[in-house]
């Protein structure tokens, strides 16, 4: 950890504190009678809203997450040098293009 | 009362693949756990091979591991750690072992120097003496730091030291804090970016254990906190 | 060998520390198949209906109160450091700690009663 990895790892923690947050309010709202599809979809599609929301907590978890990998494969897992960024870059990549798929699929129209 | 009472003693010997040898050793009054190892080094075996040298809580040679937990041993009385009759006494962990209740401590000062741990000169004897007032923020702020006795409690007691062995550890940045906070220190921006590199301050997780463990009732996590601060604002700045 | 110090891992702030960080490689592990599970909606509705009725089985449930207790102390302990690595320096960060865990319990707890 370097002062650059961990100011975009506090940096994209402030920002989802109240995305979480939101999340939480979303999940307890959205469970009130059971989960459909239908009911989803209705809140999420064309919602520019909703897509700025999650477009940002996708990116901010994704940075975040790699991030925090990165430092336990190498504290736990001796993972060093170019491994340790492999690692990381994979993780934070993969995350990031699963998370936009995920909004593709219940954001587009 | 105590004269009469013996303790069992296991004491690490040898090196890294050494083990435990137990001694029986006589209760005495006010007796340390470094009087202890003494006794043991003096009556019965005089190979064991230990550190110390003021025994009154200054010099910082003296530090061990007692029942898993690292203690400076001139101070610590051996009734206060002994249980059920038994105390086990082994080097400070996170450094190699040399002998018994030896390690090397010579990464643990390497890593004071890779901090920036010494004081930068930027006068000359032609310049007026600089005053300080005890009072100044920065000046209160190095004196709540300043007392480490270089012990390595902390670096034995933490974890991010035993996971990291690229980091300098709690006592390193404990000192570079209180050059932080020195007005008369020239070296400031080198300092700060040796801090902010990789191992750095930033590498620490706050577990507390180096606050927990200090013998001298300081607060590495603390001085850590200001310099992750300080060294932010300076990257922030375009400094680093 | 046993003289490798133990004693400061029963102290409450290497645990909140520990809880920290175990709670974030769990979310980690997460993220991807919950991103996975919201793509399904790509194929259609249908597709994510089905996924959806096998989530109200009591077992999944459990699993979801427990992510949200994940996911709730995560904040809250995440905030704290944030707040420890801010802010002039303050004591008190192991009843901090604590309210942070009983908090989040408290928040699945909800959601779990809620959601049953």
């Not at chain 1, 809140?43 to 790699?66: E, K, N, P």
């Not at chain 2, 007026?128 to 902390?154: G, K, L, T």
């Not at chain 2, 996971?163 to 209180?178: D, F, K, S, V």
């Not at chain 3, 979801?64 to 008190?92: D, K, S, Y």
Request: hydrophobic letters at 50%; glycine letters at 8%.
């Amino acid at each position: 950890m370097n002062v650059r990895l961990y100011l975009l790892q506090r940096a994209t923690a402030a920002i989802m504190v109240p995305l979480v947050l939101g999340h939480l309010a979303v999940i307890y709202y959205a469970t009130r009678g059971g989960l459909t599809a239908a009911d989803i979809l209705a809140r999420t599609r064309g919602s520019i809203g909703w897509g700025a929301f999650y477009g940002l907590f996708v990116l901010a978890a994704a940075i975040h997450g790699a991030i925090g990998v990165r430092t336990i494969a190498s504290e736990w897992a001796g993972l060093r040098g170019g491994k340790l960024d492999l690692l990381m870059w994979s993780f934070g990549l993969t995350l990031a293009a699963l998370g936009l798929r995920a909004m593709a699929a219940v954001l587009l129209p | 009362m105590a004269m009469a009472m013996a303790i069992e003693v296991s004491i690490w010997r040898g090196r890294a693949n050494g083990r435990y040898q137990t001694f029986t050793v006589p209760l005495d009054q006010s007796q340390t756990v470094l009087d202890v190892v003494t006794w043991v080094q003096r009556k019965l075996d005089p190979t064991l091979a230990y550190r110390f040298a003021c025994r009154v809580g200054m010099c910082g040679s003296c530090a061990m591991t007692v029942n898993g937990r690292p203690r400076w041993t001139c101070r610590t009385h051996i009734s206060k750690v002994v249980e059920a009759g038994r105390v086990e006494i082994g080097p400070l962990a996170n450094m190699p072992i040399i002998k018994d209740l030896v390690c090397d401590m010579a990464e643990f000062f390497a890593k004071w120097q890779r901090a920036k741990g010494a004081f930068a000169p930027g006068k000359s004897r032609h310049d007026p003496i600089e005053r300080i007032s005890p009072a100044a923020a920065e000046r209160v702020a190095a004196d709540a730091a300043i007392e480490c006795i270089n012990c390595a409690v902390c670096y034995a007691a933490c974890d991010t030291v035993r996971w990291n062995e690229n980091y300098l550890g709690p006592a390193a940045l404990n000192r570079a804090w209180t050059l932080v906070n020195d007005v008369r220190d020239a070296g400031q921006r080198e300092r700060l970016a040796a801090l902010a590199a990789d191992g750095g301050c930033h590498a620490c997780h706050s577990h507390h254990s180096c606050q927990e463990h200090c013998p001298k009732a300081l607060s590495p996590v603390r001085s850590i906190a200001g310099l992750k601060r300080r060294s932010l604002e300076a990257y922030v700045r375009g400094e680093l | 060998m046993k003289s490798h110090t133990t004693a400061h891992r029963k102290s409450g702030l290497w645990i909140a520390a520990m809880v920290h960080r175990l709670s974030g490689l769990a979310l980690a592990c997460f993220l991807p198949l919950h991103f996975l599970a919201l793509g399904l909606a790509i194929d259609g509705e249908a597709q994510l209906d089905r996924f959806l009725a096998w989530t109200a089985n009591p077992w999944v449930k459990l699993a979801e109160t427990t992510l949200v207790f994940l996911l709730t102390v995560h904040l809250l302990g995440g905030v704290r450091v944030l707040l420890l690595e801010t802010l002039p320096w303050r004591e008190g960060h192991k009843q901090l700690a604590t309210a942070a865990v009983a908090a989040a319990a408290l928040a699945a707890i909800a959601f779990l009663v809620r959601a049953a």
